[in-house]
């Protein structure tokens, strides 16, 4: 997308808005439809090709939906090193087939132990711009190295070292850069100049590198010859002391006790129904599980809608509603009560249905309490599916956060690391990188608020689709706060409007995260669209394309279908 536009034109994130629209507009095109891929034994999707690539071959080598995942999810952790890495966090769903049941393992990030509520806040209780976002004091303890060797542990055939082997090759011979890794290097140019490893390693000369040029990571190379050894050397071994002596000697907090005692947690899925589909996502600490089931359920209780107006205007009112909730009562749940049976419960939709009325935006303040704030936004994130010749599939979300998460690099080891802790409420109802609060009503705490071990609240929503207990659909996106609307749409442009595989991820976008109180859209809406909704009441702002989705379904006959998003540089492999 967007051949050679500079987000650096825009200078800091969202810092004009009016800008970023006009050149929004200008510069990007409609998203062209992928090409759409069919197969029969397997596919991958993932955001870079030569990510996708590795999982086919792992599939062809005898692995299964997970060795493939995770061989996939190390490769991007070297060739998209911007979006997602081992010094991240993630969160996968795994669907096996013998037992037609659906797992989901959480290894985001955990707040070090050291953490305190008030760690971005100056004497006088004011947010320290941008101290959540840039450099050691941002990251969280990663949780993807754990995660992945979870993953395999529990269900992988092949040996560990064969999975983790591509991706150490990778980061030996280099990738080359794209114009999405451009994009990424120019916005964050700034932050990672500051940082003498990550300025040699992602820069050239303090500058952004030229399109193809090879980016290689040695010292990548050999952490992860370490953890192909020995996954626990990233948490106990030399690799936990070389970040433990970083973050002493920089002032950031994370511990050796930190990375030894992080642990991933098998969760329960988070499932709805939507006519004769299971919809299974992300439970806490993500919302994506809650909001999208919250979502699918107001929505089936809406009019059958015969235009895109009055479709896009249910939409939006069904996501202000779930994104008012998310900012109240969303934290992780090991540590605030959630109550996620009342919000994706029938019952509560069909109260909350009553406040949608036909053609009428709600203003904010009528749907809960809430701040005026600014938005900013990043793509970041990366969403991975596979699907094996058994039926067993795999949806796997992971992040560092922002572009080039902290933009800090471990010396010795190659690892960029994550800016996590901004997706706590910092402060209430401060925004945080994509715009999205948490609110206190009647002093109680922030259900998002920061503890010392406590993992931020993420809108990653990998998904799995079940019809008959049969593996029917396997999806999910990066974008931040967008990502489970994103998921909802691709969802509803399949089962609603039929659309195939590459259609769906085209489709044009919209997005409403209740604050602020505006209803987003892509340049790609109509415009006859917008101004009928600005006719209904809502402020209508059209912004950049945003989102990296991908999905694979299994058509009637079992073959496989997928895409991934024109907005990215991904594909769909099949086998
Ligand atoms: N870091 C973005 C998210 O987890 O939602």
Not at 117 to 124: A, G, H, Q
Not at 357 to 374: D, F, G, K, M, S
Not at 442 to 452: E, K, M, R
Not at 476 to 493: D, E, Y
Request: aromatic content about 8%.
């Amino acid at each position: 997308m967007g051949q050679g536009f500079s987000l650096g034109k825009l200078g800091q994130w969202g810092r004009s808005p009016l800008l970023g629209i006009v050149l929004a507009v200008t510069f990007f095109p409609a998203p062209p439809t992928p090409a759409q891929t069919i197969s029969q034994r397997g596919m991958v999707t993932a955001a870079q090709p030569a990510a996708a690539r590795v999982g086919i071959e792992i599939l062809k080598k005898g692995g299964n939906a997970v060795d493939a995942a995770v061989a996939t999810a190390f490769m991007i952790s070297v060739v998209e090193p911007y979006a997602a890495g081992i010094g991240g966090g993630g969160f996968a769903l795994v669907y096996h087939a013998p037992s037609q049941t659906i797992h989901a393992l959480d290894f985001r990030e955990r707040a070090p132990l050291q953490a305190t509520p008030t760690m971005y806040l100056n004497e006088k209780g004011e947010v320290v711009p941008r101290a959540s976002l840039d450099g050691v004091l941002a990251a969280g303890t990663p949780g993807t190295v754990a995660g992945l060797a979870t993953l395999h542990q529990h269900y992988g055939q092949l040996p560990w070292s064969q999975v983790v082997a591509p991706a150490i090759q990778a980061a030996q011979q280099g990738f080359a850069v794209t114009s999405r890794y451009r994009q990424w290097a120019t916005m964050r140019q700034s932050v990672l100049q500051q940082d003498a490893t990550a300025a040699r390693i992602f820069l050239r000369y303090g500058q952004v590198p030229p399109l193809g040029t090879l980016i290689r990571q040695p010292e990548l190379a050999k952490t992860l010859g370490a953890i192909a050894r020995d996954p626990k050397s990233f948490y106990e071994g030399w690799i936990a002391g070389a970040i433990a002596d970083f973050m002493a000697k920089q002032g950031g907090k994370i511990r050796q006790e930190d990375l030894r005692t992080y642990t991933p947690l098998w969760r329960s899925p988070i499932c709805g129904t939507y006519r004769v589909f299971q919809v299974c996502s992300m439970p806490p600490p993500s919302s994506g599980g809650v909001a999208l089931v919250q979502m699918l359920n107001l929505w089936q209780l809406l009019p059958p809608t015969s235009t895109p107006y009055d479709r896009g205007h249910y939409l939006a009112a069904v996501m202000q509603i779930a994104y008012a909730d998310r900012a109240r009562y969303l934290g992780d749940s090991d540590f605030v009560p959630v109550p996620v049976t009342t919000l994706t419960s029938r019952r509560y939709a069909q109260q909350r249905v009553t406040e949608i009325l036909p053609r009428r935006a709600r203003a904010q303040e009528a749907v809960a309490p809430a701040t005026p704030i600014q938005l900013a936004e990043s793509d970041n994130t990366s969403h991975l599916n596979v699907v094996d010749a058994q039926g067993n599939a795999v949806s796997l979300t992971f992040t560092i956060n922002g572009p080039f998460g902290a933009g800090v690099v471990v010396p010795q080891t190659g690892i960029l690391l994550n800016n996590e802790m901004d997706d706590f409420a910092i402060a209430p109802n401060q925004p945080n990188l994509f715009g999205v609060v948490g609110i206190q009503a009647n002093n109680s705490s922030l259900a998002n608020g920061i503890a010392p071990g406590k993992r931020p609240l993420s809108s990653m929503s990998p998904t799995i689709v079940l019809r008959d207990n049969r593996l029917h659909m396997v999806l999910g996106s990066a974008g931040g706060s967008r990502i489970i609307t994103t998921v909802l749409q691709l969802f509803l442009n399949v089962v609603d409007l039929g659309q195939d595989a590459a259609t769906a991820v085209s489709h044009p976008r919209i997005h409403h995260q209740w604050a602020p109180d505006t209803l987003f859209v892509e340049p790609t809406i109509p415009r006859p669209w917008l101004k009928t909704w600005q006719q209904w009441g809502y402020r209508v702002e059209q912004t950049r394309p945003w989102g990296n989705a991908s999905l694979i379904r299994v058509l009637d006959q079992g073959q496989l279908e997928g895409a991934a998003d024109p907005r990215g540089e991904g594909v769909a492999v099949g086998w």
